[in-house]
């Protein structure tokens, strides 16, 4: 008999793929030698001379398991013969999952709020994925309306306005993670208007029901010890402007009393008072308005910015 040696080898059927950028090859071997497979791909097992690796032989079968095999479930999966005797196993990972995909703000971050992203107006970006098994192989990116594009590298946002940066990635075997999809607000700085901050009439004593939006403010500044804030606070047109200015000016102070109570430090905070100076909608002195419409005057606002260096 021969002493040619003949070597079985797991290849994938590989067919067109749906997406143009979903990687065809459903077979990877990484740097350690561990092999992964896409694991719905069809498996068929060859024989080839050991010297002729390219005289592929489809080894027939009749069992209704094999050419094709498919693998049942992400994992591990042994690939078992019997040679002299012995059982001979080979491991193969099969990869049912899709890389994650995430954008990392390099330079500029205000905060997160809401799945939307605050940052400068000059600020940088860095598509980030991590796949469990096989590893990334490429990540694509969508700004705005534009169609996905392979990426690496940073995202500059060099002007002011929102965005929407879409991101997915494939992995070493073909799999497709899912989209991630991010609101970009890119501005000096970001102002959040907070109609529900009430104070008891002629009194800057906050209200129980406006505890829960300060408790939200408070978050956001515990989660980014770098930000500062403005608290301005507005007042509607009843009364004499010189009264409003003032009692705004102590509602502002009266919110910041509450941050610094839950341990905000008071050097980021600055309180403001502009009375009724900057009305959101044409009830001003002299206009007959209903309290609906002067109440969204009567106002608190945050702006959030990042201190000058």
Known sequence: MSKRHFWVLALLFL??????????????????????????APVYFFISPENLPAQKILIPSTDKAAN???????????????????????????????????LRVEKGLLFNHNNRVYVEDRAS?????????????QSYIAIDNQPFAP??????IERTGE??????????????????????????????????????????????????????????LKNYPELFVEIKAHADSRGSSE????????RAQSV???LTSKGIE??????????DTQPVNECVKGVKCPDSRLRENRRVEFRFYLPKK
């Open 15 to 40: 067919c067109s793929s749906v997406l143009a950028q979903e990687n065809a090859n459903n077979v990877y071997v990484n740097d350690k030698g561990d092999a992964f497979v896409k694991a719905d």
């Open 68 to 102: 094709p095999m498919y693998f049942d479930g992400d994992g591990k999966h042994y690939l078992v013969y019997e040679s002299k005797g012995e059982k001979v196993r080979f491991l193969i990972w099969a990869d049912g999952m899709g890389p994650k995909s995430s």
């Open 125 to 137: 970006f860095t598509p980030s994925a991590t796949d469990a098994k096989s590893g990334v192989n």
């Open 151 to 156: 990426f690496k590298g940073n995202i500059d």
């Open 163 to 220: 965005y929407s940066i879409k991101i997915y990635s494939t992995d070493n075997v073909g799999n497709v993670g899912d989209t991630a999809t991010y609101k970009i607000v890119a501005a000096p700085d970001v102002t959040f208007k907070i109609d529900n901050i009430y104070f008891e009439t002629a009194s800057t004593r906050i209200t129980g029901n406006s505890i829960e939006n300060l408790k939200e403010m408070v978050e956001i």
């Open 243 to 250: 009264y409003n200015l003032e009692l705004s000016e102590r």
């Open 256 to 258: 910041v009393n509450y």
């Open 266 to 275: 008071n050097f980021r905070l600055k309180a403001k008072g502009y009375g």
